[in-house]
Nanobody, 119 residues
Framework: VQLVESGGGLVQPGGSLRLSCAAS????????MTWHRQAPGKERELVAD????????NYTFSVKGRFTISRVDAKNTVYLQMNSLKPEDTAVYYC?????????????WGKGTLVTVSS
């Protein structure tokens, strides 16, 4: 199983980035997909998640209205559109796949992509 994040980089405050996470080796449609982030010196936190078939999404309070999680099952890919970025959004962003039903407990993580918000 592989999860490969891309799309990170340096952006000015107020700018936008779109992160992608391409999954392989798992039944993507059967997994809830998440984005977490970890800022320097802080614990990893859940940013957003999306259930299989995109039936439900959830966001941490600090990103509501600014970030949008989506998925394209035909491409085995999950996205995180990040708008109105703030310096406090600076972190390594990780994609994860959370197994449900018969795949419960079979969870996977990507290696992360760095997002830096700075002028």
């Amino acid at each position: 199983v592989q999860l490969v994040e891309s799309g990170g980089g340096l952006v000015q405050p107020g700018g936008s980035l779109r992160l992608s996470c391409a999954a392989s080796g798992l039944p993507f449609m059967r997994y809830t997909m998440t984005w977490h982030r970890q800022a320097p010196g802080k614990e990893r936190e859940l940013v957003a998640d999306i259930t299989s078939a995109g039936g439900s999404t959830n966001y941490t309070f600090s990103v509501k209205g600014r970030f949008t999680i989506s998925r394209v099952d035909a491409k085995n890919t999950v996205y995180l559109q990040m708008n109105s970025l703030k310096p406090e959004d600076t972190a390594v962003y990780y994609c994860s796949a959370v197994g449900r039903g018969p795949y419960y407990g079979m969870d996977y993580w990507g290696k992360g992509t760095l997002v830096t918000v700075s002028s």
